[in-house]
């Protein structure tokens, strides 16, 4: 059997979709969108499509419904009700289409991508739905994002030549084509800060981009519940930098330009604040010679969070008036740029980020810039994270303590203090050194 492929205008026309799963859901966006009047018919309805423009009946279907409207769609999975649904809409001249029963259709619905005026359908004449997804996702992955853009302009130079009384036919588009497309504006990268961990930590902002993304490139320690958040259909890439698997920063860097050039919304995740040790600089930097719009969505970093919530400000009135953010992390090869015995001049609170497996060295080098051996420290490893473990020390003993990467380093009078919450509500453990 091969179908004939058309494309529909449902806008003010009656169709009825029998059934109230999450398939069902999808296909009242579908038609909602398109500007159909919607009536949903199902015992149990799923609470998003309530939310939906259209008419929700709860009740099972009753033979002869089909024949009052323009286009039907069944989701159920009882044969017996398709098949009612089908013999009711083939009597009365109706279109129907019966999900994942193409026995029990008189069309099948493709794999669409839309940009604007364009659409995109895949179809395999009902007979594989997930090839035809693959095939799809395969097509939109090629074509760069603005096409939509381009048909309008199409457009308008079109009805300008009728107004001057002029043809368009026989006329030779593709160059005009060819350089509409070339100038066609790339998608966005956004730049998000994941926070500390606690997915309940993140803003408003960064949590609608995350729901809303075309792909996302996320580190490694992106928590599991953050991308939670992201729609299970949407391609993840994990280019987290782990030990005895280095990813070049360039490779990022260009593989976010090659995403923007395919996809409308790149969301490029970053663990706590995306400008504050994350090199969400050297990418902004990288798009920005690329011509490739971008947005800074800034996070909660845990150089703030993680001390914050296992009790220690790292400002307090009397106590600290000053805080220095460091880094104890630096490429094999490359000299410690951090001047640590001026830090021991500064006083204040001194966070050191990264610095575990050189939280030796760093005592060593804060003690003989003239901090005392007995300075507190406080290291906070997954704050504000289940898993949350606070290991306090003293700056004499920090090479000796056992602790885990990440963590971040509190070092200064403040890491003395404990003003974490009641033990009813305290998360993770703590041990002394």
């Given at each position: 059997?091969?179908?004939?492929?058309?494309?529909?205008?449902?806008?003010?026309?009656d169709c009825l979709v029998v059934g109230g799963g999450r398939v069902a859901l999808r296909k009242v966006e579908g038609l909602v969108s398109a500007g159909a009047h919607v009536t949903v018919v199902a015992p149990e309805v799923d609470a998003s499509i309530d939310e939906l423009a259209a008419r929700v009946e709860r009740r099972a279907y009753e033979r002869g419904d089909a024949a009052r409207f323009r286009l039907v769609i069944?989701?159920?999975?009882?044969?017996?009700?398709?098949?009612?649904?089908?013999?009711?809409?083939?009597?009365?001249?109706?279109?129907?289409?019966?999900?994942?029963?193409?026995?029990?259709?008189?069309?099948?619905?493709?794999?669409?991508?839309?940009?604007?005026?364009?659409?995109?359908?895949?179809?395999?004449?009902?007979?594989?739905?997930?090839?035809?997804?693959?095939?799809?996702?395969?097509?939109?992955?090629?074509?760069?994002?603005?096409?939509?853009?381009?048909?309008?302009?199409?457009?308008?130079?079109?009805?300008?030549?009728?107004?001057?009384?002029?043809?368009?036919?026989?006329?030779?588009?593709?160059?005009?084509?060819?350089?509409?497309?070339?100038?066609?504006?790339?998608?966005?990268?956004?730049?998000?800060?994941?926070?500390?961990?606690?997915?309940?930590?993140?803003?408003?902002?960064?949590?609608?981009?995350?729901?809303?993304?075309?792909?996302?490139?996320?580190?490694?320690?992106?928590?599991?519940?953050?991308?939670?958040?992201?729609?299970?259909?949407?391609?993840?890439?994990?280019?987290?930098?782990?030990?005895?698997?280095?990813?070049?920063?360039?490779?990022?860097?260009?593989?976010?330009?090659?995403?923007?050039?395919?996809?409308?919304?790149?969301?490029?995740?970053?663990?706590?604040?995306?400008?504050?040790?994350?090199?969400?600089?050297?990418?902004?930097?990288?798009?920005?010679?690329?011509?490739?719009?971008?947005?800074?969505?800034?996070?909660?970093?845990?150089?703030?969070?993680?001390?914050?919530?296992?009790?220690?400000?790292?400002?307090?009135?009397?106590?600290?008036?000053?805080?220095?953010?460091?880094?104890?992390?630096?490429?094999?090869?490359?000299?410690?740029?951090?001047?640590?015995?001026?830090?021991?001049?500064?006083?204040?609170?001194?966070?050191?980020?990264?610095?575990?497996?050189?939280?030796?060295?760093?005592?060593?080098?804060?003690?003989?810039?003239?901090?005392?051996?007995?300075?507190?420290?406080?290291?906070?490893?997954?704050?504000?994270?289940?898993?949350?473990?606070?290991?306090?020390?003293?700056?004499?003993?920090?090479?000796?303590?056992?602790?885990?990467?990440?963590?971040?380093?509190?070092?200064?009078?403040?890491?003395?203090?404990?003003?974490?919450?009641?033990?009813?509500?305290?998360?993770?453990?703590?041990?002394?050194?």
């Amino acid at each position: 059997m091969t179908l004939y492929p058309v494309m529909l205008n449902v806008a003010g026309r009656d169709c009825l979709v029998v059934g109230g799963g999450r398939v069902a859901l999808r296909k009242v966006e579908g038609l909602v969108s398109a500007g159909a009047h919607v009536t949903v018919v199902a015992p149990e309805v799923d609470a998003s499509i309530d939310e939906l423009a259209a008419r929700v009946e709860r009740r099972a279907y009753e033979r002869g419904d089909a024949a009052r409207f323009r286009l039907v769609i069944t989701t159920t999975d009882d044969p017996a009700v398709n098949a009612a649904v089908f013999d009711d809409a083939e009597a009365a001249g109706v279109w129907v289409n019966s999900a994942d029963d193409v026995e029990h259709c008189s069309f099948t619905l493709p794999a669409v991508h839309r940009d604007g005026a364009v659409t995109v359908a895949v179809s395999t004449d009902g007979q594989s739905p997930a090839f035809a997804a693959w095939l799809r996702d395969r097509v939109r992955d090629t074509m760069p994002v603005g096409l939509g853009a381009v048909v309008d302009a199409l457009a308008t130079e079109r009805r300008d030549l009728h107004a001057r009384g002029k043809t368009s036919e026989g006329r030779d588009w593709r160059a005009r084509i060819d350089d509409l497309v070339d100038s066609a504006r790339a998608g966005t990268v956004h730049l998000v800060g994941a926070g500390p961990g606690d997915p309940e930590l993140l803003t408003l902002r960064a949590a609608r981009l995350l729901s809303a993304a075309d792909v996302v490139v996320h580190d490694a320690l992106a928590d599991t519940q953050v991308l939670d958040l992201v729609p299970d259909d949407v391609e993840r890439i994990d280019v987290g930098k782990r030990p005895g698997r280095p990813v070049p920063q360039e490779l990022i860097n260009d593989l976010l330009i090659q995403l923007a050039h395919r996809h409308r919304t790149v969301v490029r995740l970053k663990g706590g604040d995306p400008f504050l040790f994350g090199r969400g600089g050297e990418e902004a930097l990288a798009l920005r010679d690329a011509g490739v719009p971008f947005e800074v969505v800034p996070g909660i970093t845990s150089a703030i969070a993680a001390p914050a919530v296992a009790g220690v400000p790292v400002t307090q009135r009397g106590v600290s008036a000053s805080v220095t953010i460091v880094t104890g992390h630096r490429r094999f090869g490359d000299e410690d740029e951090t001047d640590w015995d001026a830090l021991a001049r500064v006083g204040g609170t001194i966070v050191v980020l990264m610095g575990v497996a050189e939280r030796a060295s760093i005592a060593r080098r804060l003690m003989g810039g003239g901090l005392s051996p007995d300075t507190p420290v406080a290291a906070v490893r997954y704050g504000t994270r289940p898993e949350q473990e606070v290991a306090r020390t003293t700056l004499g003993a920090l090479g000796d303590t056992p602790i885990e990467a990440p963590a971040a380093i509190v070092i200064g009078a403040v890491a003395g203090l404990d003003l974490s919450i009641s033990p009813a509500l305290e998360q993770g453990t703590q041990r002394r050194s």
